[in-house]
């Protein structure tokens, strides 16, 4: 079975400032993995996700996160945040022939002026 | 984007009651899933659905639970009778198809409230 482990629940950045937001998974195979994006009062909207090739994938807003096999891991990234990126971000993972996609808790980001 | 509709946003009910919460998919979209999510926790899987059966679903969707897509417009999971440790948030998802890569389009959620 795979799963997601987010290890930091809230994280503050300053506007302008770079971010990363650290996600691990575990799973003995090839994972499909997937940040998703939950504003306030909505539902949670796919930022990117990878499931092969290039290691390094590009999702909107100018968000990128890079898979690393050998560390297990999938942290996202941005170069300079903005106010409006305040937001729950959650890393997910599936397996090959698994529709079910399990989630992490979730990091809640705040963009402090 | 395309929009998942979940109606009603919040529901408060006494334990032992029904409830049935209800989703609008996206319209072309052929599978459907329900995650929980407990205040402060993660988001957990339920069940996922289709082509009017469920495919898979976890050790959260107890005997009490039920979905149907009876009209083929709303996809609806009850909860019969309902006990305090049902109330959280329910997020109904859909997708074009149930592959592993697939985007899941989410609803902004209803939360239910067991007194």
Known sequence: AQ????????????????????CKYSYSGTPYLFWYVQYPRQGLQLLLKYYSGDPVVQGVNGFEAEFIKSNSSFHLRKASVHWSDS???FCAVSAFG???ITFGAGTKLTIKP | GPKVL????????????????????????LYFYWYKQIL????EFLVNFYNGKVMEKSKL???????ERPDGSYFTLKIQPTALEDS?????ASSVTGGSAETLYFGSGTRLTVL
């Open chain 2, 40 to 43: 402060g926790q993660q988001m």
């Open chain 1, 3 to 22: 799963s997601v482990t987010q290890p930091d629940a809230r994280v503050t950045v300053s506007e302008g400032a770079s971010l990363q937001l650290r």
């Open chain 2, 6 to 29: 979940q109606i009603p946003s919040h529901q408060i009910i006494d334990m032992g009651q029904m409830v049935t919460l209800n989703c609008d998919p996206v319209s072309n979209h």
């Open chain 2, 61 to 67: 969707f107890k005997d009490q639970f039920s979905v």
């Open chain 1, 87 to 89: 937001a729950v971000y």
């Open chain 2, 88 to 92: 959280a948030v329910y997020f109904c």
């Open chain 1, 98 to 100: 698994n529709e079910k």
